[in-house]
């Protein structure tokens, strides 16, 4: 039995790609670039900017928003908070 890995959801695949774009050094980067730089596999940032994938483990979560120069929760959010948003029981 493998244990429970937390998941992390993309807030939005284009605020993905526009921070891409301009990362915290004002310098754009790539997906291979990303990937070198994080660990994550090219195929899960190339299936997240394009909404074939919407989430992702929390260490890769944590190494993109880093790479990124944001705070993880900008571009991600909880999965375990997502469903209690999404089932209309999560504390304000």
């Known amino acids: 039995m493998t244990p429970d890995v937390p998941l992390y959801r993309l807030v939005s695949a284009d605020l993905l790609r526009l921070l891409m774009d301009r990362t915290g050094t004002g310098r754009p980067v790539s997906v291979r670039q990303l990937a070198a730089l994080t660990g994550v596999p090219r195929t899960t940032i190339g299936d997240l900017m394009t909404g ?27 999965e375990e908070r997502a469903a209690k948003a999404r089932a209309g029981t999560a504390v304000p």
């Open 52 to 78: 074939t994938r919407s989430s992702a483990p929390a260490a890769a979560a944590h190494a993109i928003a880093s790479v990124l120069g944001v705070d993880v929760l900008v571009l991600w959010v909880p």
